[in-house]
């Protein structure tokens, strides 16, 4: 048996786990029509067969009807939700996993214009500043019925089979109730801590009664708020120790912060960027206060942390969530003795940013994630070996030659820069971006595990790939910034990559136009900002930076904000003229109407990239396929449809200007049928 503390037992309760990790209940906005389908079933039990102890699903499932989802949350106050939840249970249970789900009513945490459109309910009148819904405060019949709804849900759910239940009690209802930030009621609800706590207490005894004294349940809640006149740590504290003597309580999920922002939001579980389980010590405060099972994870992504959460007694179980969305195998590879070879999470928050937009959950870097039935983690041999050319060392590339070296074909890979990396190689030089270069180097390390001829500072042209025979040549040569977007005065401007590369220095007062909405400008406007330099960012959209979403973009608007970086939204740069030493751009609007002039010494234009498809079009001629992509065939998994003689295709920016995901999406599907 392993001496290495992550892959020791635990005991709860009666639940012997089998290991300390465990995946913390999270809502990836899988289901559909409100249940847990196959999407949802496969995405838990890919992970259950790696080896993972405990997987929660669920975070948030709705326990009430006016409670409506505003992320896809599962609905638990539906009877039919029970067989799904079975077979998702039964199949991971066969695999040695325990299943928990997470129960909550969102209060205030939602919309009256969700679901049914029937009022937000809350312990007070004041609106969540994310959602913006003024609640009901509630009244005694809202109490009883919500307190008899949990006990039903639980019901449920162990009908289900699951092993146990976690109650949310952070910026949902029950904390609503227990904050004195948001507790406008009288007694017995209302003034004092024990009152405030009146609600969750008999939630806990309406569930106790229901399902019994064995059936395992847990609080995830916030010891400390860390907001003036919240739930601070000493209140915290004492909730802790009430939860534990309650006698109704198995474990507690410690989180510290609040979610009612999003930068908040971001502060409780952190993106890329901020420090790593900043959150670790508290909880593990808590542990030796209790003296009582604790769980914990807020950004803990790599298996030393988590060793030494549980090797220092901080914890009692381990949550790596996002780190399981990136690498489903991290238990597998750490009993294989194959660490190195987990696929990192960078914390770009792909995942989370995603629901918060009414998208479903994916990982920037594993397209596998959420897509199990249709795109297996598992790469296939190929039955036969043909020799594949890939051009360019971005992530699509590198993706594309280590999927068809999983396939079993020899694979060349040509690169004109001395390195891999291509756009993700510029974005990594802001150092809160820096983990972005893992996805580049993860998949160089299995490149070169896996035998790809890798060839560096190696620019090739038609004939060069022709020369060498392949069967089949994938074009990933990315794309280049497009900067000629102006009436007038193209020839006057530079691109956020100028900035970001080195190639152009900082002016003193600067106006950045950002038409794409992406990273380069945040990252622009934060390098010349630190200079001292003056600078404003102008953007045709209502909001800014609307391809980054919430959570990434809260560490950049504060290093902005606090450089007085000024953000102009809903005008336009229509033309740029010299006049004298300084620069003036004329703004306008697609609103119509107006002009106004800004007088700078420098303009920088983000506008996304053109695709640099010179090699394919070159290439095009000679192929059989005439690089053309059967999408229905794409679609469906299936390989595409061959003639005798040279396959060819182009994936990633070097078709259209998109994300990181997009890029090795393309190759994943792509590839993987070749």
């Known amino acids: 048996m392993s001496n290495d503390p992550l892959l020791q037992p635990y005991r709860l309760k009666h639940l012997t786990l089998k290991n300390r990790l465990m995946i913390t209940s999270h809502e990836p906005a899988y289901p559909e029509d409100g249940m847990p389908k196959d999407r949802y079933r496969a995405y838990h039990v890919e992970r259950a067969r790696a080896g993972v102890a405990l997987t929660m699903t669920a975070g948030s499932a709705s326990v009430s009807r006016d409670s409506p989802p505003v992320f896809n949350n599962v609905l638990a106050w539906k009877d039919e939700v029970v067989g799904w939840l079975r077979k998702l249970t039964d199949e991971c249970h066969d695999h040695g996993a325990a299943v928990m789900i997470q129960l909550s009513h969102l209060g205030r945490r939602t919309r009256w214009d969700k679901g049914d459109w029937l009022p937000v309910v809350s312990a007070g009148h004041a609106r969540e500043v994310a959602h913006r819904a003024f609640p009901k405060k509630a009244e005694e019949w809202d109490i009883a019925r919500i307190v008899a709804d949990y006990a039903d849900a639980a019901e449920r759910m162990q009908a289900a089979g699951m092993d146990g239940i976690e109650l949310e009690a952070y910026g949902h209802l029950l904390e609503q109730f227990a904050s004195p930030l948001t507790n406008e009621m009288d007694a017995p609800y209302g003034g004092s801590p024990e009152n405030r706590l009146r ?264 004939g060069d790939v022709l020369a060498a025979g392949p069967d089949v040549v994938i074009v990933a040569t990315g794309g280049l910034p497009r900067t000629e977007v102006l009436a007038e005065g193209n020839d006057l401007i530079i691109s956020a990559w100028d900035i970001l590369s080195g190639d152009a220095r900082p002016g003193e007062n600067v106006l950045i136009y950002d038409d794409a909405g992406d990273y380069p400008a945040l990252q622009a406007a934060e390098t010349i900002a630190k200079t001292g330099a003056k600078v404003e960012i102008v953007t045709r959209d209502r909001a800014i930076s609307p391809e980054v979403m919430a959570m990434s973009l809260t560490p950049a608007i504060r290093e902005l904000q606090s450089r007085d970086v000024t953000f102009t939204v809903t005008w336009t740069l229509d033309a740029v003229r010299r006049d004298g030493n300084a620069l003036v751009a004329t703004l306008g609007s697609d609103y119509g109407g107006v002009s106004r002039e800004r007088r700078v010494d420098q303009v920088i234009v983000n506008h996304g990239t053109r695709p640099l498809d010179d090699l394919y079009f070159d290439l095009k001629p000679q192929s059989a396929n005439k690089g053309a992509v059967d999408y229905e065939a794409l679609v469906a998994g299936q390989p595409q449809p061959e003639t005798p003689g040279l396959q060819l295709y182009r994936i990633g920016d070097a078709v259209a200007a998109r994300n990181t995901h997009a890029a090795i999406y393309d190759a994943l599907r792509l590839v993987r049928r070749i």
């Not at 915290?236 to 922002?261: C, E, P, Y």
């Not at 972005?436 to 790809?452: D, F, K, N, P």
Request: aromatic share 4%.
């Open 199 to 462: 609600v969750m207490m008999e939630v806990l005894g309406a569930i106790r009664d229901r399902v019994g004294p064995e059936f395992i349940v847990g609080v995830r809640y916030s010891g400390d708020e860390m907001l003036a006149g919240g739930i601070d740590a000493a209140e915290g504290l004492s909730i802790s120790k009430r939860l534990r003597d309650s006698g109704m309580v198995d474990f507690l999920n410690v989180v510290r912060g609040h979610i009612d922002t999003d930068p908040g939001l971001t502060d409780l579980i952190p993106v890329q960027g901020m420090r790593s389980s900043p959150h670790l010590d508290f909880a593990g405060e808590i542990r030796a206060a209790t003296a009582f099972p604790t769980f914990h994870a807020a950004k803990i992504q790599d298996v030393a942390t988590a060793r030494h959460a549980i090797a220092s007694g901080k914890l009692d179980m381990v949550g790596m969530t996002r780190a399981h969305m990136a690498d489903p195998h991290i238990v597998a590879k750490i009993q294989r003795g194959e660490e190195d070879r987990i696929r990192p999470c960078v914390g770009a928050n792909y995942c989370l940013d995603r629901i918060y937009q009414g998208g479903m959950a994916l990982c920037l870097h594993n397209p596998s994630t959420g897509r199990e039935v249709e795109q297996p983690h598992e790469v296939a041999r190929a039955e036969v070996a043909r020799k594949v050319t890939v051009v360019g060392a971005g992530p699509a590339g590198l993706e594309a030659a280590r999927v068809a070296a999983l396939r079993g074909h020899s694979v060349t890979l040509h690169e004109a820069a001395p390195e891999a990396g291509g756009q993700v190689r510029l974005t990594a030089q802001t150092p809160r971006r820096a983990e972005m270069m893992q996805l580049i180097q993860w998949r160089l390390a299995e490149c070169e595990r896996l035998g790809v001829d890798l060839r560096f500072n190696s620019y090739v042209e038609a």
